[in-house]
């Protein structure tokens, strides 16, 4: 299920959520209507919460079917509600806006290159797949520049060749270059996603839902 949507007037739902195949991280001050849409397209659970007392969510976390990777700065309250659904752990890293620099599925995670081997141990070990540095258009943002599910990969259309077959090797899922929201390139910023369904930004267009739909094997 695909659908399009905005979180009180904003497009860039990325930025604010971030989604597994068992739950979906959501801010307390998104609507009713828009917690129960979320839900009903990625067909789990949505839980209400902050990190370092934003709305950024989906900036700052980032998680897959084994853990939840948060911003060391994240306050016991704020993640006792997804520890219900998954564990949680706090990044040791001044990179911590891990929801930016992380990009995974239950298969592998493609990480910012400044991750250093102890932050990269860290990381496989808690998510418990192969992890691999890299870039998307040379640059090291890879979370929100994809969206990656355990279906496919849709990712910067400036993305090098080299790029993505990192993105294959280590992800072990297709990948497909695309857009959203009207030709924002910073895919990972505009969509909700896992197997079972999306959310892109209200401004995208038809094309660019389809690439979409297409990459992550929604149809």
């Excluded at 520049?145 to 992800?171: F, M």
Aim: hydrophobic share 45%; proline share 4%.
């Amino acid at each position: 299920m695909l659908r399009k949507l905005d979180l009180l007037g904003n497009p860039f739902l990325g930025v604010f959520c971030r989604a597994s195949e068992q739950a979906v991280a959501i801010p307390y001050a998104a609507p009713e209507d828009f917690e129960a849409q979320v839900a009903e397209a990625l067909g789990c659970a949505a839980v209400r919460m902050s990190v370092d007392s934003t709305d950024l969510i989906g900036s700052l976390l980032c998680m897959n079917s084994a853990c939840a990777i948060v911003s060391q700065f994240a306050y016991d309250r704020e993640i006792e509600a997804l520890a219900k659904h998954v564990d949680v752990v706090r990044i040791p890293h001044k990179l911590n806006a891990v929801g930016n620099n992380i990009l995974l599925n239950d298969k592998g995670a493609v990480v910012h290159p400044d991750y250093g081997e102890t932050t990269v141990n860290f990381l496989a070990s808690n998510l418990n797949v192969d992890v691999e540095r890299g870039t998307l258009s040379d640059m090291g943002t890879v979370g929100s520049a994809a969206i990656a599910t355990n279906r496919g990969v849709v990712c910067h259309p400036r993305a090098t060749p080299q790029e993505i077959d990192v993105l294959k090797k280590v992800l072990q899922v297709p990948v497909t270059i695309g857009t959203a929201n009207y030709g924002a390139a910073q895919v990972g910023a505009c969509v909700i996603a896992n197997s079972k369904g999306a959310l892109v930004g209200f401004r995208s267009t038809p094309i660019e839902i389809g690439r979409i739909e297409e990459g992550l094997y929604l149809y």
